[in-house]
């Protein structure tokens, strides 16, 4: 399953190569990737771990970036 997210606050081209590092280690994800330029973050992984990913995902993109949400 892919599921396409909007990062509102994204800022930071630096912190968006981190936050795909990051979240592209998580486990169950398959890929992830994040556009600087559309501010959106793609992540790739099986349908019944999606939510705990998402949640686990929320957590990396607050600690890299604290004014930038996952929408």
Known sequence: MKKTFRLEGLGCA???A??????????????ATVN?????????????EMDRIVEKSRKIVKKLEPYCEIK
């Open 14 to 16: 630096s912190c968006a």
């Open 36 to 48: 600087f330029l559309t501010t959106k973050l793609v992540i790739e992984a099986d349908e019944s």
């Open 18 to 31: 981190k936050m795909e590092r990051d979240i592209s280690k998580l486990d169950g994800v398959r890929s």
